[in-house]
């Protein structure tokens, strides 16, 4: 296959974007980082920078773009955006704030600890709260960000389906 380069600034350029973001949210409220609002506007960017780049290919090329080719481009796009991404979370963590990992597994932690009061909490939870902090915190070492990037490329196969089905186009229907 043919790499259009397209992909590549995008997927380069929303991560650009996402790390941007963390640096703000980091400076002005470190807390958001773990918050559920960062996280989702994390994929609407992610789903809005895979389908311009999709579109650019597509008129680059003819107005035509096959599946596959829609594919392949879509899975390279957050391929180039999750290295950034991972990559700077691996600098931010380890190398500009390393008591930043403290921060998050306590955040964590009390998150946890606030669901399972709502739920009733039990004695069994309190032995898995026991658990769950040192898996928190291989999680966030540079091998478990290393990890958390393979499980996200796993995990992107089917949004990168569903992109290329819906942004794939066999001949031009255009005016």
Not at 123 to 143: D, T, Y
Request: hydrophobic fraction near 55%.
């Amino acid at each position: 296959m043919k790499i259009n380069p397209t992909a590549i600034r995008h997927g380069a350029a929303v991560g650009t974007v996402q790390v941007a973001l963390t640096l703000i949210a980091y400076i002005v409220n470190t807390s958001w980082l773990f918050d559920a609002w960062f996280g989702l506007s994390s994929w609407v960017l992610i789903f809005v920078g895979m389908y311009f780049a999709l579109k650019g290919i597509r008129q680059e090329e003819g107005n035509v773009l096959s599946f596959s080719r829609a594919w392949g481009h879509a899975y390279l796009f957050v391929a180039v955006n999750t290295l950034i991404v991972i990559g700077f979370s691996i600098v931010l963590y380890h190398v500009i704030d390393p008591g930043l990992v403290d921060f998050a597994v306590n955040t964590s932690m009390e998150r946890i600890e606030e669901v399972a009061a709502l739920m009733g909490g039990s004695s069994e939870m309190s032995e898995a709260f026991e658990r769950m902090e040192p898996e928190i915190r291989k999680g966030l070492s540079p091998g478990g960000q290393a990890m958390s990037a393979v499980w996200s490329m796993l995990i992107y196969v089917i949004p990168t389906l569903v992109m290329a089905l819906i942004m794939r186009r066999k001949e031009d229907f255009g005016a």
